[in-house]
């Protein structure tokens, strides 16, 4: 489908355009059919599909169209910072030629910079859960003005432990309120599906499939090691295989500086 077939308000069609998108790609497509009217969609995509823009373009349009929506505020939560800034580079391409604040909050930095964007007035949040939550608990954020609420990529936010921090934030949601909730998550986990069915309005599931889950000329292989065997366990592999190139990634911050350390030794 070609985005200019989706009735969408001009200003948003030329930032779409400028960042060269004619076609929806699958997950835009279907997200389109049921996110435009305001109904909740729970998502299944992968990383790469365009889920981004399938939310942001949805609550630009119908922020633009609905004059209820006029002066709502938007919350995105993601697991990571780096995320964050993705998201809020890409909002600010798509919303080029709207009158939209967006920012992105996240632990690691100070503070300053982020609680001047929050007193001054930001219509898009793209948090990440610890720094959302000490600014709830603080009293300079509340969700009285939010109508629109997406949890991007689920299953890792539950799998970095951030499932307690993601219902407390849901709880200070107001339930009389309405609000159009999207959850997108590579998997649909029982434990994704609990959340969608405890906190969401009669979310319509969508899934996509990837055309291709790994390349064909990848090998993978799996080891089970203890945690003090694991940079062992990586200098052999290191020595067997005698790359001229390595790509490492680790879980934390701290630790790929630790892993770096270590191989310079």
Request: hydrophobic share 45%.
């Amino acid at each position: 489908m070609d985005f200019n077939a989706l009735d969408l308000n001009a200003d948003l069609l030329r930032g779409i355009a400028d960042l060269g998108f004619t076609h929806c790609t699958e997950v835009q497509e279907k997200t389109f059919a049921v996110s435009l009217t305001g109904r909740d969609v729970c998502v299944q995509s992968q990383t790469g599909t365009g889920k981004t823009a399938a939310f942001l373009i949805t609550i630009f349009q119908r922020l633009l169209s609905e004059p209820d929506l006029r002066g709502k505020q938007t919350l995105i939560i993601v697991p990571t910072r780096e995320l964050a800034v993705q998201i809020e580079q890409e909002a600010k391409a798509l919303g080029r030629y709207l009158a939209f604040t967006i920012g992105s909050f996240y632990g690691g930095v100070g503070y300053a910079a982020q609680e001047k964007l929050l007193k001054d007035g930001v219509d898009f949040m793209i948090c990440t859960p610890g720094r959302l939550l000490d600014y709830l608990m603080s009293g300079k954020v509340n969700f009285r003005h939010m109508a629109f609420l997406v949890i991007d990529e689920a299953d890792r936010l539950f799998d970095m432990g951030f499932l307690p921090d993601i219902r407390r934030i849901l709880k200070k949601m107001p339930e009389d309120a309405p609000r159009q909730t999207m959850l997108f998550s590579a998997t649909l986990s029982p434990l994704v599906r609990n959340i969608a069915s405890e906190y969401m309005r009669d979310a319509v599931e969508i899934a996509v499939s990837p055309q291709q889950l790994t390349v064909d000329t990848v090998t993978q292989e799996l080891y089970h090691v203890g945690q003090a065997e694991k940079m062992s366990l990586l200098l052999g592999i290191l020595k067997r295989e005698k790359p001229r190139n390595t790509l490492i990634f680790t879980n934390m911050k701290s630790t790929a500086v630790e892993v770096a350390q270590r191989l310079e030794k």
